[in-house]
């Protein structure tokens, strides 16, 4: 027995330590040649031969080598962007480095240490995978781990138009590329350890990928993050050392051992499905949970005076107002009544606040802004740390938010421009006003030429006008009247299922590791949820894109969208108006609250007839309120159940409109359930 396992041994050993020096010669192809190099390419006589007739099996088994475009023609060529790779390479190289170990280290912890505990560590270069390994500088001393310095190139792009908030490339890379990755293995078995190094060299890439950008966000950048996956195996070729002295891949049991163990790594982590992504904005530009729903009963205001009708718009969500209808003020009591219920959408208690102005409806389109105040959801004061004395911030919110699901009456003060004697208080005029001559100009033009010293007259001037401007808004501003209101906030939740970690029971470091893994993959694929029922209720989220090819011609268009069940009333709001396109572009945003799955979404294009209609002046676009629009000839309307929208949570098309001879348009819808915390 022991002479079998010594001769299995001994031949193991010479069949390794020979067959790299035999193998290559037998198995190279007969067109080898020693003297391939650069020399070769830089030889201008070297003309290509010619193939007449028909291609042979050995040419065009070399196609799945080439660059796609070779062969499909939905490629197109990149030579510039090849161009800018290559220049910026020095600066990539390092950044890319940084960027893959950082993405390995969790997944190698999860795939690797955690299923084969034997494994200690892995060291690439002298970077240790593993944070709490200890100390061993002696055995990584002067190894590398490098890409080199040749560049990958693309050998072709292809794009594709999807329903989502992305974009699709197909990007074939193509690297030789004279890297050096120097990679050191761990092992422990019992109390022995034993360290195994090897490296990897002349490594020659062609992979398939598909970088996808998601999401597209409206802020710049405007892409959230990058999504790379591979569409299939790549093809390769490297030198593998052991011990940075034999090269095993010259043995062809090694060479396919190696390229199957390099297929199952990489069909669970980057064949498509599967993929790594790396966040460009702050959690992939995705904005955090909304805190809640602020339900507002709109109740009536008092202290102003008017012969036209009043109506309020409520803001919280940058430009997704909403409003109410116009009403007259009634002249014994001095009071507008409302009676009508609102709900918003809170997402941040100290960045947002309700904002209530007051208009009065002038006929036209360019409504008078008669007062505004707002109601804040929380502040920020400062505060003595208990535990370091230290200064720092704490929210303090509202008593409505901090009594939840409590109905709370408030008195919102408004404020407006007190017109009459606006030029008199400016003491000589607008003009007198931007030049900033007068007392209060003078004195502050002195004041700061004063202390800036180099500032010269003509900027300090400049500077006494805008504080004098500001000044004198700040005297016209009195005090309107009142708005009286009942606010009841809803506060939002994330349900927990059974099969979830019950996070308070795992400490720090497993918390830090759990989030550190979940973000090293932005979810892809949403779910499908096929168990609805009538009484689920969710924010019903409407960008309103585009219309196409509508009925007319010069349309002045716009669309009112309601959203009805048997249950609740109608909530209903009104896009901007688009002047003279028959394929008009809003790009707008509405939020439907508390809306129920059963409930339908109605679309109603409209084409303005008033003569009024092709002045480009300053006009209310957002004001859901006027009887006009009941006048308006209707070009198109489309009806869409609420519940289709819950069971993708996202839809993204172009529908075709209803009741008319043409017309289409793009619309963008999401939904969230509402889940409301108990009381």
Known sequence: ??????????????????????????????????????????????????????????????????????????????????????????????????EAFRQMKPILESTVFKPFPFIENIVLGTDSMRDDFPDFSKWIKDREFGVGDFPFRLGGIKAYVTSEDEVVLELPMVWGSNCKFDVGVFLRFWKFRIYVPCTIENLQFKAEARVTLRPLVDTVPCVGGVMISLLSVPHFDLSFKLGGRVDLMALPIIKETIKNVTKMVLDGMLVYPNHMSFPIMKDYGIPPPAKGALNVKLLYAEGFESTKKLYVRFDVRKSRPVFSTAQRVDVPTGKVEWGQE?????????????????????????????ADGELL???????????????????????????????????????????????AAVGGGAKSMVKGVGSMGRSLAASFKGNAGEVDAKEAHKRAAEATAAALAARQRKELGSVYIKVTFLPFFQPTFDDEEDEEELTPEQLRKKSNAAAVRLPSTRAVNFKIHDGLKGVLTVKLIRGIDLKGEDLNSYVRLTVSNDEDPDQMQKSAIV??????????????????????????????????????????????????????KIIGKLTLPVRDVVRNSHLKDIWTLQDTERGKIELDLQWQTCFITEA
């Open 579 to 632: 002047f003279a396109q028959t394929s008009p572009r809003w790009n707008q945003v509405f939020d439907f609250v508390m809306v129920r799955a059963n409930s339908l979404l109605h679309l109603t294009v409209h084409a303005r007839s008033s003569f009024t209609s092709n002045v480009l002046g300053a006009v209310n676009v957002f004001s859901a309120k006027k009887s006009e629009e009941e006048k308006d």
């Open 1 to 98: 027995m022991f002479g079998i396992a010594f001769g299995l041994g001994l031949g193991t050993l010479a069949g390794v330590s020979v067959g790299p020096y035999i193998f290559p010669r037998v198995t190279k192809p007969k067109d080898y040649s020693l003297d391939l190099g650069a020399k070769a390419d830089a030889n201008e006589d070297n003309e290509q031969e010619r193939h007449q007739g028909a291609i042979g099996a050995e040419m065009r088994n070399l196609l799945q080598y080439t660059e796609p475009w070779t062969f499909w023609p939905d490629y197109q060529r990149v030579a510039m962007s090849n161009r800018i790779v290559e220049v910026m390479w020095p600066t990539i190289k390092v950044a890319a480095l940084k």
């Open 377 to 423: 959801f929380g502040t920020q004061v400062e505060e003595d740390d208990p535990d370091t004395g230290e200064p720092v911030l704490v929210d303090n919110l509202a008593e409505f938010i901090k009594a939840p699901l409590t109905e709370v009456a408030a008195e919102v003060r408004l404020w407006g421009l007190e017109r009459q004697g606006a030029f």
């Open 342 to 370: 609102f709900n918003l959408i809170v997402d941040d208690y100290i960045q947002q606040r309700l904002k209530i102005s007051l208009f009065a409806d002038d006929l036209g389109w360019s409504d008078t802004l008669l």
